[in-house]
């Protein structure tokens, strides 16, 4: 079992930053392709960006290219999302993802991934 814990949430207004964090525990981190998502109210749950730990593939949703940043620490079993310049559309709850089998391309689809935190609010208001 994976259990995942998002951390960093908050209220910053538009062109602010923020960076979120996931806790990870488990033996098989090191291994996991791991991601984050979002949900804006009314909105399903998107993509954001992920990173394949076993060769540091990375990859974003193109809205948040420039701006988001995603990395992992697997001494300390962590995952980040540094956000910069953040917009209103921003605005959502913001989940950590794992999968746990290997892949060859990143998946972006809730459905591919198999432990998921339990979020964390990101509020982007003036």
């Known amino acids: 079992q994976v259990k995942l814990v998002e951390s960093g949430g908050g209220l910053v207004q538009p062109g602010g930053s923020l960076t979120l964090s996931c806790a990870a525990s488990g033996r098989t981190f090191s291994d996991l392709t791991v991601a984050w998502f979002r949900q804006a109210p009314g909105e399903k749950r998107r993509f954001v960006a992920a990173i394949r730990l076993i060769d540091d593939g990375i990859k974003y949703e193109e809205s948040v290219k420039g701006r988001f940043t995603i990395s992992r620490d697997n001494t300390k079993k962590a995952l980040y999302l540094q956000m910069n310049s953040l917009k209103p559309e921003d605005m959502a709850v913001y989940y950590c993802?794992?999968?746990?089998?290997?892949?060859?391309?990143?998946?972006?689809?809730?459905?591919?991934?198999?432990?998921w935190g339990q979020g964390t609010q990101v509020t982007v208001s003036s």
């Open positions: 993802a794992a999968r746990e089998r290997p892949v060859i391309a990143t998946p972006v689809i809730e459905a591919e991934y198999d432990y």
